[in-house]
């Protein structure tokens, strides 16, 4: 791969780092010592302005190039989080915390932006400037809506913004993009069933919720098989089944299911709520039991601008020999969908080669990523703010 000659040098000190926060994971907006570090090392850079406390504990780094003749600033964001995973590895650098664990690269991701921005400072071969985001609550608490909502493309002009993740099932060093929708949008939902206990060899006494949410799980893939476009991706998983006894002899009063809804198209999410409604309310009625849904709605749809995807294919390819413009689409959420909505940028993969998937406990990061990732954001600034 044709990487950065000083990004390679720097190889083993952004190892390093990395596995530093691997040691020290962190959860959702608790990034207290990831985003100290972070700023303590950008101020090192000679970064000229760092800002902490954009969306609680993110930071923003400022770098301005040699030149600015035209005052345009490109974003390149980073996420911090961790995930409520007890860690599996058995690592020398394995997470320090009981519960908590890098099972989804982040810790990778930091590492590599932090690179890059160090090059970026001492280089500065571009014409404006490049604003380093690193930002906390990725898994969940949607840290990226918090920067946006604090100001962040206002504050720091961002004109341009790009994120990345890596992905184990990409070829080490590899790069997948597409224009559109990348990732999906992500909702959840708790039905409560609720119908009569009693002892479980009189059931004729009983309105069983166990056979109401039995078969609610059942009837819930009708949306995907017949309420749904087979042309639109469209997920409905049933993920928790709990009854509110455990007793071998007694029909529970309630039952709680849960599951996740993805979608991609803003509509199909408006009727698949609809749907998953109805249906329980139906199915409870039937058996002579009623459901009550609480549904969340979580990030949106994912969407890379097209011309943003071509800028980011370009720099990819002076980094990579494969970089697959038109990937498949993802069913997971991210929530640089925020920061997307705000302004125009695009999304990439970057591969990760074989090893254990994300949110494994298993999962480690792959180091041999970093000349790779880290080159790419050097390779997007520069060619997106091109001196003269």
């Known amino acids: 791969m044709p990487v950065k000659n000083r990004i390679a040098e720097m190889h083993d000190e952004i190892a390093a780092w990395r596995r530093d926060f691997h040691e020290h994971p962190e959860l959702l907006y608790d990034t207290h010592r990831t985003a100290a570090i972070v700023a303590d090392k950008l101020r090192e850079f000679g970064c000229d302005e760092v800002v902490e406390g954009i969306g609680r504990t993110g930071v923003v780094g ?8 035209t005052g345009r600033v490109v974003g390149i964001r980073a996420d911090m989080d961790a995930l ?13 915390t009981p519960g908590l664990m890098h099972a989804c690269g982040h810790d990778g991701h930091t590492a590599m932006l932090l690179g890059a921005a160090k090059y970026l400072a001492e280089t500065r071969n571009f ?6 985001i690193f930002q906390p609550a990725e898994e969940g608490g949607a840290g990226g809506k918090a920067m946006v909502d604090d100001g962040l493309i206002d504050r720091f002009r961002i004109r341009e913004i790009y ?3 890596n ?3 990409l070829p080490l060093g590899a790069f997948g993009i597409r224009p559109g929708p990348f990732y999906a949008a992500t909702n959840t939902f708790t039905i409560t069933v609720t119908g009569r ?5 009189r059931p004729h006494a009983t309105v069983d919720p166990t056979l109401i949410a039995s078969h609610l799980v059942l009837a819930l893939q009708s949306i995907v098989s017949r309420n749904a476009d087979p042309l639109h991706s469209i997920v409905v998983s049933v993920t928790s089944f709990r009854t509110a006894t455990d007793a071998y002899n007694v029909i529970p009063e309630t039952v709680e299911l849960r599951g996740t809804v993805r979608t991609f198209d803003p509509e199909l999410r408006v009727h698949a709520e609809a749907r998953v409604k109805a249906i329980a309310a139906h199915t ?3 058996y002579g039991g009623r459901a009550e849904v609480v549904w969340e709605q979580g990030y949106p749809a994912m969407v890379n601008h097209e011309k943003e995807t071509g800028f980011a294919v370009e720099a990819a390819r002076r980094v990579s020999a494969s970089v697959d413009p038109h990937a498949a689409a993802v069913m997971g959420g991210e929530d640089f969908a925020y920061m997307l909505e705000a302004c125009p940028g695009a999304y990439i993969q970057v591969g990760a080669g074989e090893g254990a998937n994300l949110h494994h406990p298993a999962y480690d990061f792959n180091d041999e990523v970093i000349p790779a990732g880290a080159s790419y954001w050097v390779e997007l600034i520069e060619s997106r703010l091109p001196v003269g």
């Open 62 to 69: 400022l770098i301005r190039g040699r030149s600015d003749s």
């Open 84 to 96: 409520p995973i007890t860690e599996a590895t058995g690592l020398s650098y394995a997470s320090k």
């Open 127 to 132: 014409d404006g400037a490049a604003a380093v």
């Open 163 to 165: 994120g990345m993740h």
């Open 167 to 169: 992905s184990p099932s």
């Open 197 to 201: 206990g009693g002892h479980a060899a």
């Open 284 to 286: 409870a009625a039937v």
